[in-house]
């Protein structure tokens, strides 16, 4: 019997199918990342403390911005006191480890964003937008640029991979964020 070898696809052909084998992983990842997101989600949906613990890391880093009154994410989580507020996300976008989820009250003129960050199926940090609009950036080795080796601010330039949607509807003028992930 003879002895077949098999070689590596050369040139072009290699890097392409290296290519597409490293987004086929970025999707994955994005998807996985988003599913964790989305039960957060639903477990806050349905008041399950349970799940939430399961989901989220216990030393969880949070950052937010906005009024204080609109803490309801923390009260809620902490039980610190009921909260009538419904996180229902209008959207939900993966990158990489960053999940962003938006969503917004029409009632009482909130819109908000938060910026999950997923570590090994572990929610690790939570930013948190209220009345904000939210422009987030990549930041580092990108398809086309490589927005970390530019040699100084000035020419630095790195093109939005996402933009909150929702602050027009809450019918006031709100700030803008940029957020480089």
Not at 93 to 121: C, K, M, N, Y
Request: net charge negative; charged share 20%; proline share 5%.
């Amino acid at each position: 019997m003879k002895e077949r070898k098999y070689s590596q696809p050369s040139g072009n052909i290699g890097s392409l199918i290296f290519q597409e084998l490293a987004l086929s992983q970025e999707i994955l990842e994005d998807s996985r990342n988003k599913g964790v997101v989305t039960a957060l989600y639903e477990a806050l949906k349905n008041r399950d403390a349970e799940a939430i613990q399961k989901i989220l890391a216990p030393d969880l880093e949070w950052w937010f911005h906005g009024p204080p009154s609109h803490q309801f994410l923390m009260r809620l989580l902490t039980g610190e006191q009921e909260s009538d507020f419904r996180f229902v996300p209008h959207s939900i976008s993966a990158f990489g480890p960053t999940v962003l989820a938006e969503g917004f009250d029409q009632s009482r003129s909130i819109a908000w964003v938060h910026a999950w960050t997923v570590t090994d199926g572990i929610i690790t940090q939570v930013r948190e937008y209220f009345n904000t609009s939210l422009t987030v950036t990549r930041f580092g080795n990108t398809d086309q640029s490589d927005c970390s080796s530019s040699s100084s601010i000035a020419s630095l330039h790195c093109p939005s991979v996402w933009e909150s949607s929702l602050p027009d509807r809450v019918g006031k003028s709100v700030p803008g964020l940029v957020l480089a992930i």
